[in-house]
């Protein structure tokens, strides 16, 4: 099979790559349509050491399965593989599962090729009328759908009276203002300072965009859920400074480990602060469940390329000219 594979830092290769195998309870999945995720881009940077060179990277996929009892079925893929055994697994928090893997990293490769192989357990069957496009978004989207589940258990006060602010307006950042919405918060605004972006958020729903810089956008003390989907010091900063008292800062992002937070007024003020990764399984499908009734907009913030040129699409992202959220390649 062809595949893109990271050969070391900024370096991506278009080549040759043995077919991947299916284990036991696995099938092959001819991958249609496969997000670049944040992650990824760490990777290419050289800042994940998890994820060492050579490697196919790429775990938002979306296909056809090729094997087995479900041959022939659209797919949309949970790319999280747990044991199933453990605490966390059977009190249904899978994804502190201590013995996870996850396409993308070593032993499992990705799915920036024609085919990987997974459970079945992690299949989820796409819905007719629903593009594989769309159903690549799953995985971003549940990361999303996890955060905002925690922040709601988090809250005083109803999600549907609260101002939820999302720092960050890539594809974490435009689904986490998605579901917010789904779970009926009216009053959302999205901060990106990639302003080539403004245009794609104000038509992905009913929210406010501002750019930070500018020094325009909802006042400190007056977010009663602060999600920060870019995870810098600087938004860090800013979350802390958003948040109401009583409020909740969730932290998605993953850019760096700088410090940020206010402690002494988060300790005054009783702020919660959740650090949340991933998804669970039961998020997933909801996340799912949620993409094909149509509750979360038309989903048209990708764009599609091949994937043999997928290292440009990750040059482009790194220099800033992707104005939109997510590029989806198609082996």
Request: one cysteine or more; hydrophobic letters at 40%; a negative charge.
């Amino acid at each position: 099979m062809k595949a893109l594979v990271y050969t070391g830092p900024q370096s991506l290769a278009f080549q040759d790559a043995e077919d991947p195998q299916p284990g036991e309870s696995e099938v092959q999945i001819k991958v249609d349509s496969v997000g670049i995720c944040g992650s990824d881009m760490h990777a290419w940077h050289g800042h994940d050491e998890r994820r060492p060179a050579p490697l196919i990277l790429g775990h938002e996929a979306a296909g056809v399965v090729q094997t087995g009892a479900m041959a022939g079925n659209r797919v949309t893929v949970n790319p999280l593989v747990t044991c199933m055994d453990c605490n966390y697994c059977r009190s249904g928090r899978t994804n502190l599962c201590p013995l996870r893997q996850i396409i993308s990293m070593p032993p499992r490769q990705g799915a920036f090729a024609e085919f990987i192989t997974m459970p079945t357990r992690n299949l989820v069957k796409v819905a007719d009328g629903v593009d594989l496009q769309k159903a690549a978004l799953a995985e971003p989207i549940a990361c999303s759908w996890h955060a905002v589940r925690i922040a709601d258990q988090a809250l005083f006060e109803p999600l549907e009276q609260s101002r939820g602010v999302v720092l960050g307006g890539g594809a974490i950042g435009v689904a986490a203002a998605l579901v917010l919405s789904a779970f009926d918060c009216e009053d959302i605004w999205i901060a990106e300072t990639n302003r080539l972006r403004h245009r794609v958020l104000e038509g992905a729903g009913p929210f406010k965009i501002y750019d930070p810089v500018d020094g325009t956008g909802p006042q400190g003390g007056s977010a009663h859920i602060v999600i920060d989907a870019f995870g810098g010091m600087q938004t860090r900063a800013a979350a802390a400074t958003l948040v109401r008292p009583g409020g909740v800062i969730v932290h998605v992002g993953l850019a760096g480990g700088e410090p940020g937070l206010d402690v002494r007024r988060m300790t005054l003020q009783e702020i919660t602060f959740v650090g949340t990764y991933t998804y669970t399984m039961d998020d997933f499908c909801e996340t799912t469940t949620a993409i094909f009734d149509g509750r979360l907009g038309k989903l048209d913030w990708y764009e599609e390329r091949p994937l043999q040129d997928g290292a440009r699409a990750f040059d482009d992202i790194h220099a800033g000219r992707a104005a939109i959220p997510k590029i989806i390649l198609k082996p």
